[in-house]
């Protein structure tokens, strides 16, 4: 996993690139283990004759499983949870057991305190037998407002 840094306003600059943090492969587990803690039961998550029935090839990770992996990373990059003011996400693809997930950052701007910063996870991996997919793709872009110390 990651470990929280400690940023000050004095040590970042617009442009810098945060440090590429890498969470998986996801397993089913994780998926399940998920379902339990979110309480999102939908069957397409964890069944595979049902994720089937539906079109799927297989079962997914719900998108707010990543998106937790995003803001884990982001929380690390800049010391905390206590410094997230905002996290706005946006899903572009789904992500499937066996993916690794790449989250990187980019700063944007910085006003007084406030860093706007924008997100993204990328998915890894071959994704499901009889799906021709990139090796790798976004799958989660967003934005985020981040208040540190002096």
Same mark, same amino acid.
């Given at each position: 996993?990651?470990?929280?840094?400690?940023?000050?306003?004095?040590?970042?600059?617009?442009? *810098?690139?945060?440090?590429?943090?890498?969470?998986? $492969?996801?397993? @089913?587990?994780?998926?399940?283990?998920?379902?339990?803690?979110? /309480?999102?039961?939908?069957?397409?998550?964890?069944?595979?004759?049902?994720? @089937?029935?539906?079109?799927?090839?297989?079962?997914?990770?719900?998108?707010? *499983?990543?998106? /937790?992996? *995003?803001?884990?990373?982001?929380?690390?990059?800049?010391?905390g949870p206590q410094h997230v003011r905002r996290?706005?996400?946006?899903?572009?693809?789904? #992500?499937?057991?066996?993916?690794?997930?790449?989250? #990187?950052?980019?700063?944007?701007?910085?006003?007084?305190? *406030?860093?706007?910063?924008?997100?993204?996870? @990328?998915? @890894?991996? $071959?994704?499901?037998?009889?799906?021709?997919? $990139?090796?790798?793709?976004?799958?989660? #872009? /967003?934005?985020?407002?981040?208040?540190?110390?002096?």
């Amino acid at each position: 996993m990651s470990t929280p840094r400690t940023m000050t306003v004095e040590t970042i600059t617009p442009g *810098l690139e945060l440090e590429e943090t890498v969470f998986g $492969p996801l397993q @089913r587990v994780d998926i399940v283990r998920y379902a339990g803690a979110s /309480g999102d039961f939908n069957p397409i998550h964890t069944d595979e004759g049902y994720a @089937r029935a539906t079109g799927a090839p297989t079962v997914f990770a719900m998108g707010m *499983l990543p998106a /937790g992996y *995003l803001a884990h990373a982001l929380s690390d990059w800049f010391g905390g949870p206590q410094h997230v003011r905002r996290f706005k996400i946006r899903f572009t693809t789904r #992500v499937w057991p066996g993916d690794e997930l790449s989250c #990187v950052g980019r700063v944007e701007s910085i006003e007084d305190r *406030l860093v706007r910063v924008t997100i993204a996870a @990328r998915r @890894r991996g $071959p994704g499901p037998d009889g799906i021709d997919l $990139p090796e790798e793709e976004t799958a989660i #872009v /967003g934005e985020a407002d981040i208040e540190l110390s002096e």
